[in-house]
């Protein structure tokens, strides 16, 4: 029997072509051959079935594509239409005569009145022709149009993840085939509404014809009075322009319901269904409303009440079955969490992924993070990466800000890798008041500024204005934390970059200046040695935003020596007006101090290579002597309201900035090579050793 089956649908799609041509043809042969009563009423009840088999495809289809042959058979239905129309006219006014489905149509409509038969025709054609055609036409247009419109711009998409690898070449060209397909359906449809308009104009115009000519044909040749002639054609006109009125009814409105459906991943009813129910309150509110009017004496009350009531009860149903969809919903994500953690490869993996830097939060803080709550922080923050980029020309990843709970309510902390490296507290509703001098107090909660430990004072913000007019420095809780955030960074800027952020920033300029980096990475140094000559200039706080200098300076000094110190040094006097416009004070001139020539010669003579590179090894008495020496030469030139850096030759820069950074980590030593020809340098203090 399967054979069999198979058999006659593969007989049908051979001959599909050639059994639909025949019927296309034979509609044509309906308009010029009389057909007998029993034969119209044949094809009349085939008109009515097509056009519920039509309506009901296009409320199950998902898809407009899935029945794009409905412009075509919109055509061909019209002319079927059509085609019997000219058949009943035929046999209406040559023998007074329709066949029984016509004659049961007008007798069962107009009901003894063919007025009101005729009415209620006129009303059914109006209704089509105004409401539903117009309709279909205006909505077809306009999507013909905006298809049109989006083909350019999703056939750039189609490309798009063609290119980019996301879709193989047959899944492109099939994408742009159904882009063309869409296209053409819609601009048929546009013009086949057109058929649907003059139908309904062409049955109006055939039901005027066949009631005043089968009036003057009953009077003049039939031999009918007025009455009978009147009442005979009437009626069967009226059927006639029923039975062709209804299917030409079916198929408009599945046009409009065909042109006006998104594509979706369920039919027409499953849509309507799951929207239409999915909200139980409208259904509450819209049973309160019958459940009044049926108190109203002069309505029907039981037919409100009893539909109130039945809205009620659909509305209860609903909502017990929502709340019991949320139950499952909330077992399943326990239930899908409890297999997630089961997963203990994927769950595992998840605790290396470890950010650069990330910023936690007490829950007091949150309402400075969020912006519905007026809070800026994110904002702030995100300035704080540009301006490192600025000054220090730094990548710096996105910062995560996070709220934790096992915080105290007002603490932040700064973790850089996951670890704990900073920490203050904020007072939210309060500003931060510092005295530049240090000499005053003020009324307030005491405290000390984060960044740099300055005394400093909590203070309402009615006090806000007088404290500034003081002369105090006075800013808001996410100023003191994005500040905090911005020393932070510059002080670790050298351990935030890794090989992966030297990349990007080699790839930067690559873009403009590649001979540099082609010549550099990997020929003559590693990624990982120009990682460290980077680190090493944003250790001593020294902007690496010329990286084109940097690297022409390390790709000049590779090819004669390798060392990490060697090529340090060549970076920063690349950098030589750079370090100078760092240090430069007013009138552009440097303030330094300097060391004295038997000791730099000692230093010279003390340096021994170890694996943490080039070190002075110097006597614990000398090296405490010097250190006391240096500290109370910056501690001279300070209280002169001075800034100074200790200057040197090149020879000894790093050997005495790694004995002396353990206690003046933010002390800047500088080269000869490094001062600039144009800035002028002012000693105002010199490191000896007693026996100097």
Avoid at 10 to 31: N, P, Q
Avoid at 508 to 522: D, G, I, Q
Wanted: proline share 5%.
């Amino acid at each position: 029997m399967e054979v069999a089956v198979v058999e006659r649908q593969s007989w049908i799609k051979r001959y599909a072509d050639m059994v639909i041509a025949g019927l296309i043809i034979g509609i044509v042969l309906l308009i010029i051959i009389p057909l007998p009563p029993a034969a119209l009423d044949f094809f009349l009840v085939i008109s009515l079935g097509l056009g519920m088999i039509i309506l009901l495809i296009t409320l199950f289809v998902t898809d407009a594509l899935e029945f794009s042959v409905f412009p075509t058979l919109l055509l061909v239905v019209t002319l079927y239409r059509l085609a019997l129309n000219i058949s009943s006219t035929r046999l209406i006014l040559g023998e007074a005569e329709a066949g029984k489905v016509i004659a049961a149509f007008g007798e069962f409509v107009v009901g003894g009145s063919y007025i009101v038969g005729f009415i209620v025709f006129l009303i059914i054609t109006l209704v089509q022709f105004v409401v539903i055609t117009n309709g279909s036409s205006r909505v077809a247009e306009v999507a013909a149009r905006f298809t049109l419109d989006a083909m350019p711009g999703k056939q750039m998409a189609i490309d798009s993840d063609f290119n980019a690898g996301l879709i193989t070449e047959q899944e492109a060209r099939e994408r742009r085939r159904r882009l063309q397909r869409e296209s053409d359906f819609y601009g048929a449809m546009d013009g086949a509404t057109k058929f649907v308009r003059g139908d309904a104009i062409a049955g109006l115009v055939i039901v005027f014809i066949n009631i005043i000519g089968g009036l003057v044909i009953g009077i003049a040749v039939m031999q009918m009075d007025a009455q009978q002639a009147l009442t005979t054609f009437t009626i069967l006109t009226i059927g006639d322009g029923l039975v062709t009125q209804i299917p030409a009814v079916l198929v408009s409105t599945a046009t409009g319901i065909l042109v006006t459906r998104a594509a979706s991943d369920t039919s027409f009813g499953g849509d309507v269904s799951r929207q239409f129910l999915s909200f139980p309150r409208v259904l509450v509110v819209a049973a309160g409303v019958l459940v009044v009017m049926g108190l109203i004496p002069a309505m029907p009350n039981l037919l409100f009440l009893g539909m109130g009531a039945a809205l009620g009860l659909l509305a209860y149903n609903l909502n017990r079955e929502e709340r019991r969809r949320e139950v499952a919903a909330a077992e399943q994500a326990a239930a899908r969490e409890v297999r997630e953690q089961k997963r203990e490869p994927e769950n595992v993996l998840t605790y290396f992924q470890v950010d650069p830097l990330e910023v936690e939060i007490g829950y007091n803080l949150i309402p400075l993070a969020s912006e519905e709550q007026g809070g800026d922080l994110l904002h702030r923050v995100a300035g704080v990466r540009r301006q490192c980029a600025q000054e220090l020309g730094i990548y710096v990843r996105p910062i995560r800000i996070r709220d934790n709970l096992q915080l105290k309510p007002n603490t932040y902390v700064f973790k850089m890798r996951g670890v704990e490296a900073a920490e203050g507290e904020l007072e939210p509703g309060r500003y931060l008041a510092m005295d530049p001098t240090g000499d005053r107090t003020l009324q307030g909660i005491p405290t000390r500024e984060p960044t740099f430990g300055l005394p400093a004072w909590w203070i309402a913000p009615e006090n806000r204005e007088a404290a500034e007019i003081d002369g105090f420095t006075v800013v808001d809780p996410a100023t003191v934390l994005a500040t905090h955030l911005s020393e932070f960074i510059k002080r670790h800027g050298h351990e935030l970059l890794g090989r992966q952020e030297v990349q990007e920033l080699l790839n930067v300029v690559k873009e403009k200046n590649p001979a540099v980096v082609e010549e550099l990475v990997p020929g003559l140094l590693s990624l990982g040695e120009v990682q460290k000559v980077l680190q090493n200039l944003l250790k001593e706080r020294v902007p690496i935003r010329d990286m084109v200098s940097i690297l022409e300076a390390l790709a000049d000094c590779a090819r004669q020596d390798r060392n990490e110190d060697a090529l340090t040094e060549a970076a920063r006097k690349a950098l030589s007006r750079t370090i100078s416009r760092l240090h430069a004070r007013e009138g552009g001139k440097i303030r330094v101090i300097t060391l004295h020539p038997r000791l730099e010669q000692r230093l010279i003579d003390a340096v021994q290579p170890t694996a943490l590179g080039a070190f002075p090894v110097l006597e614990p008495g000398t090296a405490q002597r010097v250190i006391q020496s240096l500290g109370a030469a910056v501690e001279k030139a300070q209280s002169k309201g001075h800034l100074p850096a200790v200057l040197c030759s090149s020879r000894v820069r790093l050997p005495f900035r790694r004995l002396t950074e353990r206690h003046f980590p933010h002390l800047s030593i500088l080269a000869l090579q490094e001062i600039a020809p144009q800035i002028d340098v002012e000693a105002v203090g010199t490191v000896t050793l007693d026996e100097d």
